[in-house]
């Protein structure tokens, strides 16, 4: 296995320091508390009044890391009250659109929302995820005539400055890197660990993303069927964000991907809670599910095949849960 290069991070504000008083365990709940999965986007590329795309925030109490960058994320982090300018990281799983195509506009918010103080992001994924990052914000990227009007103009200038920044502005700036299935990159407060998703290969090269943490551990498939990498990846993990493409019995198969042939490619509910059970986790979330999926009937029917199966907590997700590891 490759071992990324490690880079600390520091905290924006610190906490008060624990009295003396407070217990080993009291400090161990607490933290955990603070540990959770924002689901903002749990839906597919097709679009619907209530889901669309694929996009998760771990929540680390101060630093934030964001996994898939599907429709409208940007948009939905706001509204889960969080801030592009707090994610520290992306990590993409494969490039469906629905999981990267708001990837250029998150780059531009983040950087004109930045100050001095932002961090500089770090970005991963399968390939050519460097490449694309380059090829949106880079000095010849498609967004470069944005960019240098917001870097030159008198006016955006000024709203630069106002937020402290000195002038000239500089160019948006990043860390990109390719991933493959095996390599570990190590943070302060997390250490994440890949492995390869059966997806689509070989037109796109698909990975699922273990996040180790002093609060838990999660395990985020991304799009896949049922493979022994994920599920030795998830192994004694605390929460399995899992892809519940839809039910494999023809009467429900009423999507048009699903009729092509895609259940062949994700997970449904029972492939799901195998995966939970064999890998021994605590919790199993069911994300990116199909229009037919999302329907009342149909989700409860899927937690209901998940629960036979899983011993262990299951949850159908709605964007803007709030999940804890």
């Not at 109490?61 to 964001?66: A, I, K, N, Q």
């Not at 937020?163 to 160019?171: I, K, M, N, Q, Y």
């Amino acid at each position: 296995m490759r071992l990324l290069v490690s880079r600390s991070w520091t905290p924006r504000s610190s906490s008060p320091l624990m009295g003396t008083t407070e217990t080993t365990d009291f400090i161990e709940r607490r933290q955990r508390a603070m540990a959770k999965v924002h689901v903002l986007g749990s839906g597919t590329p097709t679009p619907t009044p209530d889901r669309f795309g694929s996009s998760y925030v771990i929540d680390l109490g101060g630093e934030l890391v964001m996994v898939d960058c599907g429709p409208a994320t940007t948009h939905k982090l706001a509204k889960a009250g969080l801030s592009a300018t707090d994610v520290s990281s992306v990590f993409l799983t494969h490039h469906h659109f629905d999981h990267n195509v708001d990837l250029p506009c998150y780059l531009l918010v983040r950087w004109d929302q930045s100050t001095p103080d932002t961090s500089e992001l770090e970005v991963f994924g399968p390939q050519p995820t460097s490449a694309i990052v380059a090829e949106l914000i880079g000095t010849e990227g498609v967004f470069r005539r944005d960019i240098h009007a917001r870097i030159e103009h008198p006016a955006s200038q000024r709203v630069y400055t106002t937020r402290g920044g000195e002038l000239p502005r500089p160019w948006p700036t990043w860390s990109a890197q390719d991933l493959v299935p095996g390599d570990v990159a190590e943070r302060e407060n997390w250490t994440v660990t890949t492995a390869r998703a059966s997806h689509v290969q070989p037109y796109l090269d698909s990975l699922a993303y273990r996040f180790d943490t002093p609060t838990g551990s999660v395990v985020i498939t991304g799009d896949t069927a049922r493979c022994a990498e994920v599920t030795e990846l998830a192994r004694g993990a605390n929460t399995l964000l899992c892809c519940c493409w839809d039910h494999p019995d023809g009467d429900e198969q009423v999507d048009e991907c699903v009729a092509e042939g895609m259940v062949g490619n994700m997970c449904g509910p029972a492939d799901a809670a195998k995966i939970a059970a064999e890998a021994g986790v605590e919790q199993l979330v069911l994300v990116h599910a199909t229009p037919s999926m999302a329907r009342p009937n149909s989700s409860e029917k899927a937690v209901r095949i998940a629960e036979e199966i899983f011993d262990g907590t299951v949850v159908f997700a709605q964007e803007g849960l709030a999940v804890d590891i």
